[in-house]
Nanobody, 116 residues
Framework: QVQLVESGGGLVQPGGSLRLSCAAS????????MGWYRQAPGKVRELVAD???????NYADSVKGRFTISRDNAKNTVYLQMNSLKPEDTAVYYC??????????WGQGTQVTVSS
């Protein structure tokens, strides 16, 4: 079992920045792909960015150049730095851990609202 706890969401004006954090309950980054997903009201959950155990990153086209996923192995924490935020980035953001052998785990979600 893996527990994931997100933090860092909130209300920010367009053009602002936020950093989301996801703390894992144990050391998993060596075998799990870590990802951030988001779900806006009335829409399906979508992948925002992910980071493989080998260090490869992948971003949705809508966030490329604005968002950065990273991790701190010593703290068992993965981050999502979000810059130049837009109203369309408003959503609940979920942390995800996935391994073909270990399964998939989700955090509880954190709300990000971009509004003036």
């Amino acid at each position: 079992q893996v527990q994931l706890v997100e933090s860092g969401g909130g209300l920010v004006q367009p053009g602002g920045s936020l950093r989301l954090s996801c703390a894992a309950s144990r050391t998993i980054f060596s075998i799990y792909t870590m990802g951030w997903y988001r779900q806006a009201p009335g829409k399906v959950r979508e992948l925002v960015a992910d980071l493989t155990s080998g260090g490869y990153t992948n971003y949705a086209d809508s966030v490329k150049g604005r968002f950065t996923i990273s991790r701190d192995n010593a703290k068992n924490t993965v981050y999502l730095q979000m810059n130049s935020l837009k109203p369309e980035d408003t959503a609940v953001y979920y942390c995800n851990a996935y391994s073909p052998t270990g399964g998939r785990y989700w955090g509880q979600g954190t709300q990000v609202t971009v509004s003036s």
